[in-house]
């Protein structure tokens, strides 16, 4: 499929996609929000697509919702894009695919949010990340003030959400936003390396993880406990749990079918 706004590739089980903005910093208009939401499920729908990489051409991972195009939005025009955005956030989140954020630069309001909603993030050391809405009179709009918060604790979410400061790659791990900083030209390195890692495990195994992790932390511990219990007993029905345990007997490498 052809996208105006987004690169996408796939090679050996990955999805690539980058954000290409640069002018504006790859900020999300509505088009191009639309256009992240269809990609996830394409590659949703790639059965030999176990994993992607979401990316920003340029200096920009993505510097927030495009400001020229909400400046001027009525309240029910900011519902709607408000809505466009969390139905893409939600598709990233609840996808079967584990989406990893390579952090290339700014990573401000919605692109911070954005790598929220994603399952790893890796920041390069010169990256911003931030919620500076607060400087343009609002407040998040795509799940910032729910996500973070669960992220990095209460006080230090309010702190980055009332002061509107960025943070660079070392504070963003240090206070658990990402998951590693690396140093600026690993980044897309290491962001393939975990990925790779990831394409080669069983696909029925990291929807399961995704799906219990995400949905445990919605609810109480007892009733969580319980999902993993009846996901964990399924998983004793599939193909790759007989090939998993039968290779570590026979001492080779598991080859997982995602059956
Ligand atoms: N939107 C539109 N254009 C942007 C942009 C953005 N978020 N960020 C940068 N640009 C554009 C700049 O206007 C500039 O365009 P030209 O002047 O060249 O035409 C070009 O990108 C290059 O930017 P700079 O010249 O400013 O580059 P610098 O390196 O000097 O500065 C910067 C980089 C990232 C520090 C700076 O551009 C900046 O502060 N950008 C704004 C960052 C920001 O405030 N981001 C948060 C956006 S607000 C809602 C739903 C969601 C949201 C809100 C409400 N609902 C409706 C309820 C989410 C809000 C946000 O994300």
Redesign the pocket.
């Known amino acids: 499929m052809a996208y105006k706004n987004l690169i996408v590739d796939k090679k050996e089980g990955i999805g690539f996609i980058k954000i290409n903005r640069p002018?504006?910093?790859n900020?999300?208009n509505s088009e191009t929000i639309k256009e992240i939401t269809k990609v996830v499920c394409e590659l949703e729908n790639d059965k030999k697509i176990k994993v992607a990489i979401l990316t920003g051409e340029g200096?920009?991972f993505i510097?927030?919702?495009?400001?020229?195009?909400?400046a001027n939005?009525t309240p029910l025009?900011?519902?709607e894009?408000?809505k466009l955005?969390h139905i893409m956030l939600n598709k990233i989140e609840r996808s079967r695919i584990p989406f990893i954020a390579a952090v290339n630069g700014?990573a401000?309001?919605?692109?911070?949010?954005i790598l929220q909603a994603c399952d790893i993030a890796i920041a390069a050391k010169s990256a911003?990340l931030g919620?500076?809405?607060i400087?343009?009179g609002?407040?998040?709009?795509?799940g910032?003030t729910q996500r973070l918060p669960r992220l990095v604790g209460i006080m230090k979410a309010k702190e980055l959400l009332l002061t509107?400061r960025?943070i660079d790659g070392d504070e963003a791990f240090n206070i658990g936003l990402v998951n590693m900083v690396v140093e600026d030209d690993q980044l897309m390195e290491t962001a393939e390396d975990i990925a790779g890692k990831i394409a080669g495990k069983s696909s029925v195994q990291i929807q399961f993880i995704k799906e219990l992790v995400n949905t445990g932390l919605d609810i109480d511990l007892n009733s969580a406990n319980s999902l993993e219990i009846s996901y964990f007993s399924s998983g004793f029905s599939t193909y790759d749990q007989k090939e998993g345990m039968k290779a570590f007997l026979e001492k080779r490498k598991p080859i997982f079918k995602g059956k």
Do not use: R, T, Y
């Open positions: 002018k504006v910093l900020a999300l200096k920009a510097a927030g919702a495009d400001i020229s195009s909400m939005m025009e900011a519902k894009f408000a955005g700014f401000l309001g919605g692109g911070c949010e911003k919620q500076p809405e400087n343009l609002i407040h998040p709009g795509f910032g509107g960025n």
